[in-house]
């Protein structure tokens, strides 16, 4: 069976820094692309980030580039988001999803339970 | 990236049909993915390229795809298919925007 587990998540202050993980079991992870999805309180589904099985090759939505950066240990089933200069709207729960292919398909099956991150002074 | 057009909400009665749409420029170029959320949940896929669906999802779910809309159909629609329904797609610069989500209530 597939699992995804994220942590990291807490409160964190305005303008600091955090790392997610995502912890896989259940599928060869080296295998498949795998993406960050957010979702703030109340709001809708907000797509963040992708990397390949490789993690040669990354992706970005525009409104976190340059603050986020996705990475991947394929030793270790661990899937990374560090998050830089936190705001107040980043303040969400942060899905890892499992995509269907090595490079990314943008099909997200399964997802985990998600991380709650919250920024606030 | 693009903009995907979900309608806010959707209501309708038990063993009814509900239909939800999602508007996209980029539609007629690449596949749209259906996304269930119940409250307090992670979403779950319930349709993948446009039609398809994946395994353990009941038969009243699916989906077809016109042009630049595609459309998410439930069938007899039970209480327990009460949830928000996200479409998800890509583009050509590798984002995967999703839709402003639909809520469906069933009545």
Same mark, same amino acid.
């Given at each position: 069976?597939? #699992?995804?587990?994220?942590?990291?998540?807490?409160?964190?202050?305005?303008?600091?820094?955090?790392?997610?993980?995502? !912890? !896989?079991?259940?599928?060869?992870?080296?295998?498949?692309?795998?993406?960050?999805?957010? #979702?703030?309180?109340?709001?809708?589904?907000?797509?963040?980030? !992708?990397?390949?099985?490789?993690?040669?090759?990354?992706?970005?939505?525009?409104?976190?580039?340059?603050?986020?950066?996705?990475?991947?240990?394929?030793?270790?089933?661990?899937?990374?988001?560090?998050?830089?200069?936190?705001? !107040?709207?980043?303040?969400?729960?942060?899905?890892?999803?499992?995509?269907?292919?090595?490079?990314?398909?943008?099909?997200?099956?399964?997802?985990?339970?998600?991380?709650?991150?919250?920024?606030?002074? | 990236?693009?903009?995907?057009?979900?309608?806010?909400?959707?209501? /309708?009665?038990?063993?009814?049909?509900?239909? $939800?749409?999602?508007?996209?420029? =980029?539609?007629?170029?690449?596949?749209?993915?259906?996304?269930?959320?119940?409250?307090?949940? =992670?979403?779950? @896929?319930? $349709?993948?390229?446009?039609?398809?669906?994946?395994?353990? $999802?009941?038969?009243?779910?699916?989906?077809?795809?016109?042009?630049?809309? /595609?459309?998410?159909? $439930?069938?007899?629609?039970?209480?327990?298919?009460? =949830?928000?329904?996200?479409?998800?797609?890509?583009?050509?610069?590798?984002?995967?925007?999703?839709?402003?989500?639909?809520?469906?209530? /069933? @009545?």
């Amino acid at each position: 069976e597939v #699992q995804l587990l994220e942590s990291g998540g807490g409160l964190i202050q305005p303008g600091g820094s955090l790392r997610l993980s995502c !912890a !896989a079991s259940g599928f060869t992870f080296s295998s498949y692309a795998m993406s960050w999805v957010r #979702q703030a309180p109340g709001k809708g589904l907000e797509w963040v980030s !992708a990397i390949s099985g490789s993690g040669g090759s990354t992706y970005y939505a525009d409104s976190v580039k340059g603050r986020f950066t996705i990475s991947r240990d394929n030793s270790k089933n661990t899937l990374y988001l560090q998050i830089n200069s936190l705001r !107040a709207e980043d303040t969400a729960v942060y899905y890892c999803a499992k995509d269907v292919d090595i490079t990314l398909e943008g099909c997200f099956d399964p997802w985990g339970q998600g991380t709650l991150v919250t920024v606030s002074s | 990236s693009y903009e995907l057009t979900q309608p806010p909400s959707v209501s /309708v009665s038990p063993g009814q049909t509900a239909r $939800i749409t999602c508007s996209g420029d =980029a539609l007629p170029k690449q596949y749209a993915y259906w996304y269930q959320q119940k409250p307090g949940q =992670a979403p779950v @896929l319930v $349709i993948y390229k446009d039609s398809e669906r994946p395994s353990g $999802i009941p038969e009243r779910f699916s989906g077809a795809s016109s042009g630049t809309t /595609v459309t998410l159909t $439930i069938s007899g629609v039970q209480a327990e298919d009460e =949830a928000d329904y996200y479409c998800q797609s890509t583009d050509s610069s590798g984002t995967c925007p999703f839709g402003g989500g639909t809520k469906l209530t /069933v @009545l």
